[in-house]
T-cell receptor
Framework: DAKTTQPPSMDCAEGRAANLPCNHSTISGNEYVYWYRQIHSQGPQYIIHGLKNNETNEMASLIITEDRKSSTLILPHATLRDTAVYYCIVRAPTSYGKLTFGQGTILTVHP | DAGVTQSPTHLIKTRGQQVTLRCSPKSGHDTVSWYQQALGQGPQFIFQYYEEEERQRGNFPDRFSGHQFPNYSSELNVNALLLGDSALYLC?????????????FGPGTRLTVL
């Protein structure tokens, strides 16, 4: 699986957009980018994933650069409940469900 | 619709003992994966079960073994417990092994080895 690099921590004001970056410069052409988050003492929660195009769902937007070497997860209107560890994961074609988690980014949303 | 459930919630064991953790996948899911999460670390993949067979395995010793039942539920067994096995054990399920399907995680079992 391609390695990902994320900042260890970020802060965001409640109501503002939270933009979480991820670098995956060694990503292969058929590898997907996934984002999960883990709120304290809970299991990880799926947020969104994409291959090449930008994606949006009810939770977030995923922006993948044209060269696919980096991506940004956008939480458009962060709330206190969005405080969590956010993991950016690249899944290899043969992983078939195996997720390789890194250290993630601790996002703290302030009132 | 019940999500992924795990039991027990918490467990305390002593070194050398054996432990069995249980997982019921989300309705409609037939693939179960197990992860170990040490304090302050991201989850680490242990293994995955599909059609009652171990399909993939992470870098864990043979002390870690598992089983999947015909109803798709799964067990994780750890023998000869070490202090370093203290962690949150997470179960995740998906519809089938797929490079795209998202994983649904349970709340985890907190294992403490004394």
């Amino acid at each position: 699986d391609a390695k990902t690099t994320q900042p260890p921590s970020m802060d965001c004001a409640e109501g503002r957009a939270a933009n979480l970056p991820c670098n995956h410069s060694t990503i292969s052409g058929n590898e997907y980018v996934y984002w999960y988050r883990q709120i304290h003492s809970q299991g990880p929660q799926y947020i969104i994933h994409g291959l090449k195009n930008n994606e949006t769902n009810e939770m977030a937007s995923l922006i993948i650069t044209e060269d696919r070497k980096s991506s940004t997860l956008i939480l458009p209107h962060a709330t206190l409940r969005d405080t969590a560890v956010y993991y950016c994961i690249v899944r290899a074609p043969t992983s078939y469900g195996k997720l390789t988690f890194g250290q993630g980014t601790i996002l703290t949303v302030h009132p | 619709d019940a999500g992924v459930t795990q039991s027990p919630t918490h467990l305390i064991k002593t070194r050398g003992q054996q432990v069995t953790l249980r997982c019921s996948p989300k309705s409609g899911h037939d693939t179960v994966s197990w992860y170990q999460q040490a304090l302050g670390q991201g989850p680490q993949f242990i293994f995955q079960y599909y059609e009652e067979e171990e399909r993939q395995r992470g870098n864990f010793p043979d002390r870690f073994s598992g089983h999947q039942f015909p109803n798709y539920s799964s067990e994780l067994n750890v023998n000869a417990l070490l202090l370093g096995d203290s962690a949150l054990y997470l179960c995740a399920s998906s519809p089938r092994p797929s490079r795209e399907n998202e994983q649904f995680f349970g709340p985890g079992t907190r294992l403490t080895v004394l």
